[in-house]
């Protein structure tokens, strides 16, 4: 059934998904607040920007990391001269990748959230005399809950789902960069198709349950 | 409008001897496929559609009816299992080429001239291919095995998918040297940039590329002709000057 690499590769994953997932709140929600009150340019570049993971092919990504994170790159000499090394092969550039490629599914899901919120329960709490930073907390959040477990969920899935970007800066370290989909590639390449198949099946099982339970979740909080 | 069109089908049967042959070439040959190409088509009339890629990943694919008319495998072990399982035509394999594997750096003076900077092991990363998948991969891990070098280096390796891909990992900076293909980093029978150790043939198992007609190509003139081609002089004198042996 599942060899030690492949355990490995499952544990990999789901630490590179759980990281990716945390980070990408922290920065999603108070970018997504900004995008979703701001009427600046500014925030108009800065949504399409975000955006652009979604329809831009992982190996424009992956190729550009290589060459932005690599030894004559700007963003390589930069982490050079910080101490921090070349970021490619390593589990923090996997992860500087990750949230770049799933930063969209974060991004959406609250933006909406946000506005949908409206001015109105703001005003109501600025009447009320809270300060900003306490209306975001217990007013706008708790709204919003719908947004941020659909983000949560949906970036957490598509790290899992990630493929193609991890192909291209990753390595294929065992236990470093390693991840479940590059796993299962090896395995089909070569040709141990059965391997293949226990791996494959667990992320199509595991794909469809988050949907799933998504689903249910969202039909829940839109009754309650 | 439809009168031109109908024209040119009557003529097609005429330009039927014309063959376009798709063909799948190992990631390493490419470049010299490349080359050879123009010459081919000039001469015999056909057209070449080349398919560059890993061969563990041809294989799978001709097993599922891939089009392929013609494999130039980075082995010799899988054009002989395709002609086993009857994929490929019986009398047709043969060893158009044996690759070289060499150490390579983007920068001059990087690399000496018989590897001792693997022992020195004061870089960072070393790229291989995958050994499971690439011949190339393959043999990188023999010669790493044969230094007694596989266990001191096993945390500084990235692999590559294929050899293009490892070739990459080195020529963007991420790797300090990668074991690639000497036909890659050739051009014009001189090294096109860095340095290179060039790993003697007794340190793996040779690189035997072989060839073989598959069956889509059985009643193709074409496809028989480009397998006689690669046979020719001069094919083999531009094979040459891309670091390939016979």
Request: no cysteine; aromatic share 8%.
């Amino acid at each position: 059934m599942l060899s030690p690499d492949d355990w490995s590769a499952i544990r990999l994953t789901l630490e590179l998904a759980s990281v990716t997932t945390l980070l990408l709140l922290a920065i999603g929600i108070p970018l997504a607040w900004w995008l979703a009150r701001s009427r600046s340019w500014l925030a108009r570049i800065t949504a399409a920007l975000v955006t652009m993971p979604l329809v831009l092919p992982p190996t424009v990504i992956g190729f550009y990391l290589l060459i932005a994170f690599g030894a004559n790159g700007p963003f390589g000499q930069l982490t050079q001269v910080l101490g921090l090394g070349l970021l490619p092969f390593t589990f923090a550039g996997l992860v500087i990748a990750s949230i770049l490629y799933s930063l969209p599914f974060a991004i959406q899901p609250l933006q909406q959230a946000f506005r949908a919120i409206g001015a109105r329960p703001l005003e109501v709490a600025a009447t009320l005399r809270a300060s900003p930073l306490d209306t975001f907390v217990h007013v706008v959040l708790p709204l919003a809950r719908p947004g941020l477990i659909t983000a949560a969920v949906m970036s957490f899935a598509h790290t899992v789902g990630e493929f193609g970007v991890v192909l291209m800066i990753g390595g294929n370290i065992p236990q470093e960069t390693r991840v479940i989909s590059v796993q299962i590639y090896d395995h089909v390449e070569a040709l141990e198709y059965a391997q293949a198949h226990w791996l494959s099946a667990g992320m199509l099982v595991f794909s469809f349950a988050v949907l799933l339970a998504l689903n249910l979740l969202n039909r829940r909080e839109a009754a309650a | 409008m439809r009168l031109p069109a109908l024209l040119l089908f009557a003529f097609l049967p005429l330009a039927a001897h014309a063959d376009t042959i798709p063909v799948a070439v190992a990631a390493n040959f490419m470049p010299v496929m490349q080359k050879l190409a123009p010459g081919f088509e000039k001469q015999s009339g056909h057209t070449l559609q080349l398919s560059s890629g890993a061969t563990g990943k041809f294989y799978a694919q001709i097993r599922a009816g891939a089009p392929f008319m013609v494999l130039l495998a980075a082995d010799d072990t899988t054009p002989l299992k395709l002609e086993q399982e009857g994929l490929g035509i019986t009398g047709t394999r043969f060893n158009y080429a044996t690759g070289q594997l060499a150490l390579w750096s983007p920068l001059a003076g990087a690399v000496d001239k018989d590897g001792a900077v693997l022992k020195l092991a004061n870089f960072r990363k070393l790229a291989i291919a995958s050994p499971k998948a690439a011949p190339y991969g393959q043999a990188a891990m023999e010669t790493l095995q044969a230094l007694k070098l596989d266990a001191t280096l096993a945390p500084k390796l990235v692999q590559g998918e294929s050899i293009a891909q490892t070739y990459q990992f080195v020529a963007t900076g991420n790797a300090d040297f990668g074991f690639v293909a000497l036909s890659q980093i050739m051009e014009n029978g001189k090294l096109r940039a860095g340095s290179v150790w060039i790993v003697p043939a007794t340190l793996h198992h040779p690189i035997r590329q072989d060839a073989i007609l598959l069956k889509p190509g059985v009643n193709s003139a074409g496809a028989r002709a480009l397998l006689d081609y690669l046979k020719t002089p001069a094919a083999r004198a531009v094979m040459q000057q891309y670091g390939y042996r016979f």
